[in-house]
């Protein structure tokens, strides 16, 4: 079975960046599009950037120009350099494919608080 495992999440001040990854267990080569998602306390799960395997990007608005999504097929690895944090980016981060078809993993958790 194809699983997810995010990693890199912590705690950080407003304003602080961070850097998360997320590998598969399986090949992402083909899979066109992976995405990051994040889920708050009592707030369902929301979009938050995807890439194609062209390189195309879209993020979700709030985060466009502070969040870099990436990804290194090589490495079966997905990542999100997110800069500029702000308090309501808190929450557990997860990737999947688009669409989800993947189990979702643990996610990671990102805090900003001072």
């Known amino acids: 079975q194809v699983h997810l495992v995010e990693s890199g999440g912590g705690l950080v001040q407003p304003g602080g960046s961070l850097s998360i990854s997320c590998v598969c267990s399986r090949s992402i080569v083909n899979i066109n599009s992976m995405a990051w998602y994040r889920q708050a306390p009592g707030k369902e799960r929301e979009f938050v950037a995807s890439?194609?395997?062209?390189?195309?990007?879209i993020y979700k608005t709030s985060v466009k120009g502070r969040f870099t999504i990436s990804r290194l097929n090589a490495k079966n690895t997905v990542y999100l350099q997110m800069n500029s944090l702000k308090p309501e980016d808190t929450a557990v981060y997860y990737c999947n494919a688009i669409p989800n078809y993947i189990s979702w993993g643990q996610g990671t958790q990102v805090t900003v608080s001072s």
């Open positions: 890439i194609s395997n062209g390189g195309s990007t």
